[in-house]
């Protein structure tokens, strides 16, 4: 357990309305990730960050924003929800070894 | 397009039998391999990992086969049981700072009492 709580849980939003998702990690790591995953699909890359304020894009970020201004929390913003953004969402941090990600419980957004 | 084909998407396998999923990637950049284990309802967590540099990797009754000349590697499970149903996913990393993968698009195994 890498101390990551992502909230919230589930979320219900129509189209077009602006929803934020937090990660929040206790344990001071310096990389952090958002995924989404979709069957078939895996887990895709939408953004990450290497520090407070230093963000880069995934695969996937159309759509997509995200801001880091404390090590603690990193938080991915869709400006205007679209059907295509329902999806489960997962944070994730890196750990000291290669390969190693730890990933939080996931959040479900279901945009109608 | 996806730089980690992984198949099969499904997989039922009889209680202790062997559980065979496999992988392939394209990007030569990459040089770490590791799999990833995800029950439902939670998020993934990091189950084996190997180098390109070994061709073989076991921990307990999981087994990654890699063979770099073909651009492919595998996960064996043995002796399957019932608590190893689960999602799988491959995954590979591109030697960048701080562990960013690409996965596979998963695995869904169902292990038979």
């Known amino acids: 357990d890498a101390g990551i709580t992502q909230s919230p849980r589930h979320k219900v939003t129509e189209t077009g309305t602006p929803v934020t998702l937090r990660c929040h990690q206790t344990?001071?790591?310096?990389?952090m990730y958002w995924y989404r995953q979709d069957p078939g699909h895996g887990l895709r890359l939408i953004h990450y960050?290497?520090?407070?304020?230093?963000?880069d894009k995934g695969e996937v970020s159309d759509g997509y924003s995200v801001s880091r201004s404390k090590t603690e929390d990193f938080l991915l913003t869709l400006e205007s929800a679209t059907s295509s953004q329902t999806s489960v969402y997962f944070c994730?941090?890196?750990?000291?070894?290669?390969?190693?990600?730890?990933f939080g419980e996931g959040s479900r957004l279901t945009v109608l | 397009q996806q730089q980690v084909k992984q198949s099969p998407q499904s997989l039922i396998v009889q209680k202790g039998g062997i559980s065979i999923i496999n992988c392939a990637y394209e990007?030569?950049?990459?040089?770490?391999f590791p799999w990833y284990q995800q029950f439902p309802g939670k998020g993934p967590a990091l189950l084996i990992a190997?180098?390109?540099?070994?061709s073989e990797k076991k921990e307990g009754r999981f087994t990654i086969s890699f063979n770099k000349s073909a651009k492919q590697f595998s996960l064996h499970i043995m002796d399957s049981q019932p608590g190893d149903s689960a999602t799988y996913f491959c995954?590979?990393?591109?030697?960048?700072?701080?562990?960013?993968?690409?996965f596979g698009g998963g695995t869904r195994l169902m292990v038979k009492p």
């Open positions: 190997i180098r390109p540099d070994v």
């Open positions: 994730a941090v890196a750990g000291v070894f290669p390969g190693e990600l730890f």
């Open positions: 344990e001071n790591h310096r990389y």
């Open positions: 960050s290497y520090g407070v304020k230093d963000t």
């Open positions: 990007n030569t950049a990459f040089d770490y």
């Open positions: 995954a590979a990393s591109g030697g960048n700072a701080g562990n960013m993968l690409t």
